[in-house]
């Protein structure tokens, strides 16, 4: 048995503890946003955020995750009321098949909480570990642009209502 | 009479510090302009060829920067030093250098003006260079684009950064001349030895250095550090499990990559990028010197010393379970009945990590849509006599230089804990090495953390 957190809540889970974390997420939780790409470690449609930092969910076994933090796509908004990644992601249509686009929003996640107001060599180095087949780049670039100045913003708010 | 025993003593070391700095002492070699129209353009190429051999471009180009400009850090353990800027810029790079100024710096380490450098540029080596070669070597610096750019002050501590400590440490390890060449030995190995020792400088990381910090003249090619990466033993006391030959190490330098041995990483990556515009049959001497070292030099006895090897890395290899494929039946959802425990997952073992994390590309079995690695048993940093370099890849995989194809391996410095790291690591040497374990890999752990890699571009 492997208790993992996930987006806030815990699971119990009853698989084989070798087995990485991209296919609990997928297989047992439902929670299919992050995707299978190449189970290698090479392209980045696995990836969500573990501890605030950005993985590669397909060659994470989920023993090594317990007592850990896990957030994917589904933790950063709903339908109705997306985050401000999702928000940017949107407003930007940054995708084309959107296969790879839940890895970039949460590598993009991660970059932004660690530095929120990235240059754009730091965001096309953070994002780098990312493949998109579609070309989708240039729009990528742009959301996360926009997450950022979104989230700026946000905490800008918050701070002034906190005064 | 103890006042002329006293002033003996000042007056003898008086002298002998007079006569030190008297020899120490270098004029400085008039400016010059060279104007780069007179290079002719045959000599211009084998000077492009010598410094791949000599891998200037490493030390003397800053990440993201102009090529031959400076600024590389290169770290020793008496401090870092910023390769120079040798652009034939005229106020910042060499521009203002004559050629005889050139090959003072390589033959004796000055500089223009006098000033001894460092040993981080290893005149020790490049004191062997023909002047032809340092005459080609110029001409090639004289034509690359001039970029101003400021040289950075090395970061040594008091008293190492007085330039004449330089002086004293060349008259212990800089030892001038031509390498006599070795009659017993074909001429391919002689020109092998020839680019090796002095502009190729292999033994720079490859030999181990004495506390002065000049190589171990009696351990050539034992094995040495290189920005906090093992740089392997080349000699009989290489831990590759297969005993390098010819044909290898001369793959290896073209290629980045031997079967039986695996890929070039770390310091290594950026040499053999460089080393694309060395000509072949440069490579394939210095292959042939380099592998003149190792320990097998039999080929019956190297044969049976690699099926041993290979032997004992299938067998390890195909005892890696396949890890567990997408159609995962036995699962109980979130709502899980407590009860159905699995223990393992209480400490993972570094058995279980490496399934779930390694065996997707480190196992024998199934297809890769890539190319696969070579079979851990056979891995040079796996069966190494420390842990440092596995660690290293470990934690920050291995990626080719930025614009090149080449393998991929993902890092795992933050997805996987220090505890997680260590267990891996430990069941990695057990399963695939015939060497006995790592004492302390979680200390080594630490080290490697602490120790973080500069980035490196090459031209
Ligand atoms: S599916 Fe995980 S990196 Fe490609
Ligand atoms: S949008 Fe199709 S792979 Fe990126």
Redesign the interface.
């Known amino acids: 048995?492997?208790v993992l957190n996930v987006n806030g809540?815990q699971?119990?889970?009853?698989?084989?503890?070798?087995?990485?974390l991209l296919?609990?997420l997928r297989?047992?939780?439902k929670l299919n946003a992050a995707k299978?790409g190449?189970?290698?470690?090479?392209c980045g449609a696995c990836t969500v955020l573990?501890d605030h930092?950005?993985?590669?969910s397909?060659?994470?076994?989920?023993?090594?995750l317990?007592g850990r933090y896990i957030r994917t796509v589904e933790g950063l908004g709903s339908e109705g009321r997306p985050g401000p990644v999702q928000s940017a992601f949107i407003e930007e249509q940054a995708a084309q098949c959107g296969y790879c686009i839940p890895g970039m929003m949460m590598r993009a996640q991660g970059l932004l909480e660690h530095n929120a107001s990235p240059s754009d060599a730091q965001i096309r180095d953070a994002m780098a570990?990312n493949l998109c087949r579609c070309g989708t780049q240039m729009r990528i670039l742009r959301a996360v642009r926009r997450a950022a100045k979104a989230m700026m913003a946000d905490a800008g708010t918050i701070q002034e209502t906190a005064k | 009479m103890v006042w002329r025993v006293l002033l003996t003593v000042v007056v003898v070391i008086g002298s002998a510090f007079g006569a030190f700095y008297a020899w120490a002492w270098n004029s400085e070699i008039p400016p010059t302009n060279a104007p780069a129209t007179l290079f002719d353009p045959g000599i211009v190429a084998k000077g492009a060829q010598l410094a791949a051999v000599g891998n200037c471009g490493i030390c003397h180009t800053q990440a993201g920067a102009k090529p031959y400009a400076g600024g590389f850090p290169v770290q020793t353990p008496f401090g870092t030093i910023y390769g120079t800027n040798i652009t034939p810029d005229p106020d910042t790079g060499i521009g203002s250098w004559s050629e005889t100024a050139f090959r003072r710096a390589l033959h004796e380490g000055v500089d223009r003006t006098g000033n001894h450098l460092y040993p981080a540029f290893p005149y020790d080596h490049f004191t062997h260079a023909t002047d032809s070669d340092i005459g080609a070597l110029y001409a090639f610096l004289m034509t690359r684009e001039p970029v101003a750019k400021a040289n950075r002050a090395p970061a040594v501590p008091f008293p190492l950064n007085v330039r004449l400590f330089a002086a004293g440490w060349k008259l212990l390890f800089l030892h001038k001349g031509q390498i006599p060449p070795d009659a017993s030995k074909s001429a391919e190995w002689n020109r092998g030895a020839y680019l090796a020792e002095s502009l190729g400088h292999c033994g720079a990381c490859h030999t181990p250095r004495n506390v002065l910090g000049g190589e171990k003249r009696d351990g050539q090619f034992a094995g040495g550090q290189s920005e906090g990466w093992l740089a392997p033993a080349l000699n009989a006391a290489s831990p590759a499990p297969v005993s390098w030959t010819a044909e290898q190490v001369y793959a290896y330098l073209r290629n980045g990559f031997a079967k039986q041995h695996g890929l070039a990483a770390g310091p290594m990556q950026p040499v053999v990028r460089n080393l694309k515009k060395a000509s072949d049959a440069d490579l394939r001497a210095i292959a042939t010197y380099v592998a003149s070292f190792a320990g097998l030099q039999n080929d019956a006895d190297r044969e049976q010393e690699t099926q041993k090897a290979l032997d004992f890395a299938r067998s390890r290899d195909s005892k890696v379970p396949m890890p567990p494929s997408g159609a995962i039946t036995t699962s109980t959802r979130a709502d899980a009945k407590p009860g159905r425990t699995n223990n393992d997952s209480a400490a993972p073992s570094g058995a279980v990590i490496f399934v779930g994390a390694c065996a997707s590309c480190h196992h024998s079995g199934g297809e890769l849509p890539v190319s696969r690695p070579i079979e851990l048993g056979l891995s040079t940093p796996v069966n190494a006599p420390d842990p440092a370099a596995l660690l290293r890849i470990v934690l920050d995989g291995i990626h080719p230089s930025s614009g090149e194809r080449g393998p991929i391996m993902p890092g795992f410095s933050r997805a996987l804990t220090d505890p997680q790291i260590t267990a891996l690591v430990s069941h990695v040497r057990s399963q695939f090495s015939r060497q006995p374990a790592w004492p302390n890999i979680a200390a080594a752990l630490t080290k490697v953390r602490q120790n973080k890699e500069p980035a490196t571009e090459a031209p």
């Open positions: 048995m492997t809540q699971h119990r889970i009853d698989v084989d503890p070798r087995t990485p296919y609990v297989n047992e939780l299978f190449c189970g290698l470690g090479q573990v930092e950005p993985v590669f397909c060659i994470l076994p989920i023993s090594v317990e570990p």
